[in-house]
């Protein structure tokens, strides 16, 4: 959500930032609804105050014995109430067309993304590990895990339709495992920019206003899940996580504010038909380690390399080759100023996917929320920043295990790093 009055004092700045987002000026159209609700709170403040020294004189005028004059003032009063009762309404209306003008707006990119319009203008900053390589023709994940007869998609199309999987045996445990393995290194102690997050376990639904806080709302109600009583499954723990500091003021020696969580995920994935129609890369449920930070202004752009840095350690650990793209303004998403993307190395596929996003939003959601802190000496109020990083999407992890560390006869080999969450398990095999 942008601020009013940076809109009125940088307009051009405004219009500029849209049209980098490929949007048409809307400075004009938002300014004059700011001017009308201005020009009618003063029209308000004004009856209000003529309605208040009426008031006041009736009295006198009635024991003065004055009737016509108390009269007078009376409908004075009267005059005043109605023009204060419709002036409220029209002020309500006003102010939901402002609401509703600037919760669709994307935020500002900053100046250093690339510009463009899709994936293939991002910018690559680095990658990391040895690409295997292989005596055969690397399979697939979803060809590997069907054929251990651990990764049943038939099983749960009967239950829930495409888009959902039944893992087994082994691999369930995998998924467990990974995840433990992930919050292991974010919760662990804060060492070398690592570790330092307090693990958490917030609801999966969640009420409008909370998805209208971290920008799901009302923009992208056709990718979520809604109950019949108005609960929303969460598309990712970002959503419970960052809203944590809704409503409130925090200080800012508490800042930055680290947490991350393991949760199910539930998107609609509404449109992405046809595509990764096969397999577990885009599901209507998943699981996810995310991470969330919530700092100051002058924190928030290296807390956002420090997250980065964050989810690739469990890709180093894993031993699974990575790239990491600053995402240009294109392919961004809508709450962010800057994203990196993660993407492993999947052999299967002979490409890299994403496997990670991580965004610094400014105070684009705290604005929405209303989250402040308290700056230290002065005690002026400020908007926190946040950002949200998936640290890492644990079904795409698992893909990419399955992926690298296969072998010629069908088994997967465990990495070394997951073999103590694993029972000491090291290899995956038929039978």
């Avoid at 409220?88 to 510009?115: C, F, G, H, M, Q």
Wanted: proline share 4%; glycine share 8%.
């Amino acid at each position: 959500m942008y601020d009013l009055k940076w809109i009125r004092e940088n307009s051009d700045a405004f219009d500029a930032a849209l049209a980098k987002r490929g949007l048409a000026p809307e400075s004009s159209a938002i300014l004059k609804l700011d001017e009308e609700r201005r020009a009618l709170i003063q029209k308000l403040q004004d009856a209000q105050t003529k309605r208040n020294a009426a008031s006041k004189e009736i009295g006198k005028a009635k024991a003065s014995g004055d009737e016509s004059a108390a009269q007078k003032l009376m409908d004075e009063v009267a005059q005043a109430k109605s023009i204060i009762q419709s002036g409220e309404e029209e002020e309500r209306e006003i102010d939901k067309k402002l609401r509703d003008a600037l919760s669709t707006l994307p935020n500002a990119p900053l100046d250093d993304v690339p510009e463009g319009e899709d994936e293939n203008a991002n910018v690559e900053v680095r990658s990391w590990g040895d690409k295997p390589s292989f005596s055969y023709q690397p399979k697939q994940h979803f060809e590997i895990g069907e054929a251990l007869g651990l990764m049943d998609f038939e099983t749960a199309t009967k239950l829930s339709g495409a888009r959902f999987v039944v893992l087994k045996g082994a691999l369930a445990r995998m998924e467990r495992a990974i995840a433990t393995f992930m919050l292991d290194i974010h919760t662990g102690p804060e060492k070398d920019g690592l570790g330092g997050y307090q693990e958490m376990l917030p609801p999966t639904l969640v009420r409008d206003h909370v998805l209208f806080g971290t920008g799901q709302l009302p923009k992208f109600a056709e990718d979520l899940f809604v109950t019949r009583d108005d609960y929303w499954l969460i598309p990712t723990a970002e959503v419970p996580l960052t809203n944590m500091v809704r409503e409130s003021i925090v200080e800012e020696e508490e800042l930055p504010m680290r947490m991350t969580a393991w949760t199910p995920c539930f998107r609609a994935e509404a449109g992405s038909a046809g595509r990764d129609t096969r397999g577990m890369i885009r599901q209507h449920q998943f699981s996810k380690v995310e991470l969330v930070s919530i700092t100051t202004e002058d924190q928030s752009l290296d807390e956002l390399e420090r997250m980065t840095g964050s989810a690739e350690e469990v890709l180093k650990r894993l031993e699974l080759p990575y790239r990491t793209v600053i995402l240009c303004i294109g392919d961004m998403g809508f709450g962010a100023r800057k994203t990196y993307d993660i993407e492993v190395w999947l052999p299967g596929q002979d490409m890299y996917r994403e496997i990670s996003s991580c965004s610094v939003c400014g105070d684009f959601q705290a604005r929405r929320m209303n989250a402040r802190y308290r700056v230290s000496g002065n005690k002026d109020l400020r908007f926190v920043h946040t950002l949200n990083g998936s640290g890492l999407a644990v079904g795409r992890t698992m893909i990419a295990i399955i992926e690298n560390y296969q072998n010629e006869d069908g088994s997967i080999t465990v990495p070394e790093a997951l073999r103590p969450y694993m029972g000491g398990l090291e290899k995956i095999a038929a039978g």
